[in-house]
């Protein structure tokens, strides 16, 4: 079967760093994606990984292992404005999109 | 600025009633999609049309019928809901290429929240 897992809620400081896990399993695999979504708003793209590594976009950086079937969002110099849930989904073989629930991150000043 | 809008962001209704989500995409792309999103739950995908065609009904009730006009529009039309149907209903675009069938990038709508009664 297919399943995503990811933290329920995340608390961290304003101007540290923060990791949010996902970890899946799946019989196919065409990438991994990172959302962030505001209370009340729609959930916008982040990042995409289809090779294993980090790739980094700003403050932003998104780490993929397929063989272990991970992934990691790290937030750097976090800022208020992070405050939001972060969801974890990977594209299946059928280019479906199998979503997480989502990870509340809580900033704190 | 989203690219996707959608109407109206908020609706309460009874279970009795007919009512329709719109879905908009000014984004050029070929692929939309419903999905259903309740708190804590992770999303749930409900339709998918590719080209203004059909081609992934989750397994959702019917009285959740959806409705692909063109490209660009998207509707869902709500009819005898029950109060577990409330959520928010986000719609999504992206571009499927052809052959190989690679799906981009999803871009999303703000959602509509439903409240059934």
């Known amino acids: 079967g297919q399943n995503i897992d990811q933290p329920t809620e995340m608390t961290a400081t304003e101007g540290a760093i923060v990791q949010i896990n996902c970890t899946y399993q799946t019989s196919g695999f065409n990438g991994l994606f990172w959302y962030q979504q505001h209370a009340g708003e729609a959930p916008t793209f982040l990042s995409y990984?289809?090779l294993d590594g980090l790739e980094e976009k700003g403050r932003f950086s998104s780490f993929l292992s397929r063989s272990k079937g991970y992934s990691y969002l790290l937030l750097k110099e976090l800022q208020m404005k992070d405050s939001a849930s972060y969801l974890c989904a990977h594209m299946d073989s059928n280019y479906q999109l199998i979503w997480g629930a989502g990870t509340k991150l809580i900033i704190k000043p | 600025e989203t690219g996707v809008t959608q109407t109206p962001r908020h609706l309460v209704m009874g279970m009795t009633n007919k009512k329709s989500l719109k879905c908009e995409q000014h984004l050029g792309h070929n692929a939309m999609y419903w999905y259903k999103q309740s708190a804590k739950k992770p999303l749930e995908l409900m339709f998918v049309?590719?080209?203004?065609?059909?081609?992934e009904n989750n397994s959702v009730p019917s009285r959740f019928s959806p409705e692909c006009p063109n490209s660009s529009h998207l509707f869902l039309h709500l009819h005898t809901l029950q109060p577990e149907d409330s959520a928010l209903y986000l719609c999504?675009?992206?571009?499927?290429?052809?052959?190989?069938?690679?799906?981009?990038?999803?871009?999303f709508g703000p959602g509509t929240r439903l409240t059934v009664l």
């Open positions: 990984n289809v």
């Open positions: 049309y590719s080209l203004e065609e059909r081609v």
């Open positions: 999504a675009s992206s571009q499927e290429g052809k052959g190989a069938k690679v799906t981009d990038t999803q871009y």
